[in-house]
């Protein structure tokens, strides 16, 4: 198994309750305190808490820490109050997540906005909803350990390992080569090839949907899993494929985001990271493949990314193929829509099995309505 | 070819000459723009193959913890 990310799995949950009263209470949104249990079980290993100035600045220039470890997207703690001071410790709350943490303020600074935007997302595009979210931050940006007192149970956390978890799952299960899959949408029979693809050659896949905010169309995270499920069920070894879910947000940041999301399954104790075409991408920011591409600045990354170009069905093959594999016309082939099929599931109708298993659809059909609104 | 940087973030090291310009007609036409990061990925590439294993961060006790855990879900048998 891989040691962890900058070598070590960084834990910052505090086993006993401390005192926090005196401390100035911070409220912070439901994104930063998914950054913050992220912290804090290790999934952003090597990162204790948010970002310092030095760091933000190799990240941005050379996407690796200041220690030379490759990181690639900034993870900020913005805030707007005055009545702070570096060395201070404060409280970081969030409601709907129920999380408390504290932070012992390394570092108070301000940073263009439009240099983190045009560095991660290769765009000043308002329209790009990275560059957006990164023009509305506030203004003062808090570098610090942060140490994590408590969260709350919420849905879906009998799908949710952590590190530490996942890397004791693997060992009892005797995988050594694992291979990651990231996903925000129900599996079709496209999906289905890359992952039986891949794990044809390593000893077990996993599957990590990204659950959290999402957009009006979208499949509710309950619909995801669900599928999911079914598709296990039916046509997986069960000794072969688990499912856990990683809760963060999409930054849509392209061939950066491959390679954090590939550092995230690295901590998980994974081996390979399938990569797909236009990886965490959006609108026509990034090239289809520079999700790809970006690995070869990494030889130091130690997850061995798992690369796919276009794959369909090709009807004179017979079969699910991609572009190195088949020698026949562009007219025999059929891509998978996930528009058509979509429209077919939202028609309350079963689409053909050659686009999506019936047990899958059929669980989706369960729900009565199975988008986001 | 600025080789070195004036930064504090970089440092000088010596190679001998006829390896330098050994490397330097080697990456022409590459992706490597100059000697200096060629050098660097290639160290990077190294250092990372050789970095000592370190053990699992938990202990027997943790480890059992979490099986219970993980059984619990219906993850292990």
């Known amino acids: 198994m891989p040691k962890p990310h900058g070598g070590k799995l960084v834990n910052r949950q505090i086993e ?5 009263s005196g401390l100035l209470n911070i409220e912070i949104n439901t994104n930063l305190s998914e950054d913050i249990l ?97 023009f509305n931050m506030k203004d003062k940006f808090i570098g610090g350990k942060i140490s994590l007192i408590s969260s709350k149970p919420r849905e879906f956390d009998e799908y949710n390992l952590t590190p530490k978890e996942t890397r004791v799952l693997f060992k009892e299960k005797g995988w050594k080569e694992i291979v990651a899959f990231q996903t925000r949408n129900p599996p079709h029979i496209g999906h289905e090839y890359v992952q039986k693809t891949a794990l044809t050659f390593v000893d077990g896949l996993f599957i990590n949907p990204i659950i959290g905010k999402k957009k009006t169309g979208d499949f509710r995270d309950d619909v995801i899993l669900k599928s999911y499920e079914a598709l296990i069920k039916h046509y997986y070894l069960k000794d072969r494929a688990v499912m856990s879910i990683l809760r963060t947000s999409m930054k849509y940041a392209g061939p950066r985001e491959a390679i954090h999301h590939a550092i995230m399954r690295k901590n998980y104790g994974c081996t390979h990271f399938i990569v797909g075409r236009d990886h965490a991408g959006v609108g026509n920011y990034y090239g289809p493949y520079d999700a790809h591409d970006i690995f070869n600045e990494f030889p130091d990354l130690e997850i061995i990314p798992v690369f796919f170009r276009s794959f369909s069905r090709c009807t ?27 429209e077919i599931l939202n028609n309350g109708q079963i689409p053909p099995e050659d686009m999506m298993r019936k047990e899958v659809a059929e669980e989706i059909l369960k729900f009565k309505d199975p988008f986001v609104k | 070819m600025a080789e070195e940087k004036d930064d504090k973030k970089y440092t000088t090291i010596s190679i001998p000459t006829p390896l330098a310009e ?14 200096s990061s060629y050098v660097t990925y290639v160290l990077r590439e190294i250092i990372s ?12 006790e943790d480890e059992e913890k979490v099986k219970e855990r993980l059984r619990a879900l219906g993850y292990l048998d």
């Open chain 1, 16 to 20: 006993k309750p401390i005192d926090t």
């Open chain 1, 38 to 134: 992220n912290i804090a079980n290790g999934v952003f290993s090597p990162l204790e808490g948010f970002l310092c100035q030095n760091d933000l600045e190799t990240i941005l220039k050379e996407k690796r820490l200041q220690d030379d470890t490759p990181w690639t997207i900034p993870i900020l703690l913005d805030v707007n109050e005055k009545n702070i001071k570096e060395g201070d410790t404060i409280l970081l709350k969030n409601d709907e997540t129920g999380v408390k943490a504290t932070l012992k303020i390394e570092e108070i600074y301000k940073y263009d906005k439009k240099t983190i935007a045009k560095e991660v997302y290769k765009t000043l595009d308002t329209n790009h909803p990275g560059v957006t979210n990164t």
């Open chain 1, 316 to 342: 004179k093959c017979g079969s699910v193929v991609n572009d190195k594999i088949c020698p026949h016309d562009q007219k025999y082939h059929i891509n998978f829509s996930g528009k058509k099929i979509r």
């Open chain 2, 49 to 60: 193959n050789i970095d000592e294993e370190e053990g699992e961060a938990f202990t027997k």
């Open chain 2, 22 to 35: 050994k490397i330097k007609k080697r990456i022409k036409g590459t992706g490597f723009n100059s000697l």
